[in-house]
């Protein structure tokens, strides 16, 4: 199957930095990114879909301004958590999406553990 | 928007029992089923789909049902193994692929 690299793995930041997460397809061209955030014990949490070349769109109660995605390419979005704050800390997976899917057909990157102290 | 409902929360086995976990969803128009197992700290991984034009589908020791009807599916593990513990989601997916996941449920199976 394709591969999705998310960097880093896990990070440890002070409250008020940003932090930026980087999900890459490795070997095909990601038209479509969905960024979830997942709390410990808890279920995965749709935050926003990007697709390349264009704004993302958030989900209910995300705010867009302090979780900035940018889908500047076809293999590369990024997610950056501004002025992090410790209820930020959680765990951050992306998704992505060929052109032309199968229904279903999404990978996930490795995710990336955020902690704010 | 969709919601997705699994039950149980939490299930223990004992090693070569079954181990079912039932999901109900809302939107009549999803039309694609995922079951994920995420172990601690790593990536959900993709173990069973079903899509709306299938009622069953199996892959060894796993199967997945899905009522239309009901609006529920299930996922069916049998002869349980150690290494089958782990969370497992249900998920849901409408207007493409934009997955709508379950709560989870955290399986336990006792050697």
């Known amino acids: 199957g394709a591969v999705v690299s998310q960097h880093p793995s896990w990070v440890i930041c002070k409250s008020g930095t940003s932090v930026k997460i980087e999900c890459r397809s490795l070997d095909f061209q990601a038209t479509t990114m969905f960024w979830y955030r997942q709390f410990p014990k808890q279920s995965l949490m749709l935050m926003a879909t990007s697709n390349e070349g264009s704004k993302a769109t958030y989900e209910q109660g995300v705010e867009k301004d302090k979780f900035l995605i940018n889908h500047a390419s076809l293999t590369l979005s990024t997610l950056t958590v501004t002025s992090a704050h410790p209820e930020d800390s959680s765990f951050y997976i992306c998704?992505?999406?060929?052109?032309?899917?199968?229904?279903?057909?999404?990978?996930f990157g490795e995710g990336s553990r955020l902690t704010v102290l | 928007g969709e919601n997705v409902e699994q039950h149980p929360s939490t299930l223990s086995v004992q090693e070569g029992d079954s181990a079912v976990i039932k999901c109900t969803y809302s939107d009549s128009a999803s039309n694609y089923f995922p079951w994920y197992k995420q172990e601690l700290g790593k990536r959900p991984q993709l173990i069973i789909d079903i899509r709306s034009n299938v009622g069953e589908k199996k892959d060894q020791r796993i199967a997945v049902t899905l009522n239309k009807t009901a609006k529920h599916f299930s996922l069916h593990i049998t002869e349980t193994q150690p290494e089958d513990s782990a969370v497992y989601f249900c998920?849901?997916?409408?207007?493409?692929?934009?997955?709508?996941f379950g709560a989870g449920t955290i399986l336990r199976v006792k050697s």
């Open positions: 998920a849901a997916s409408i207007r493409g692929n934009k997955l709508v």
């Open positions: 998704s992505a999406q060929g052109a032309n899917p199968e229904p279903g057909e999404l990978f």
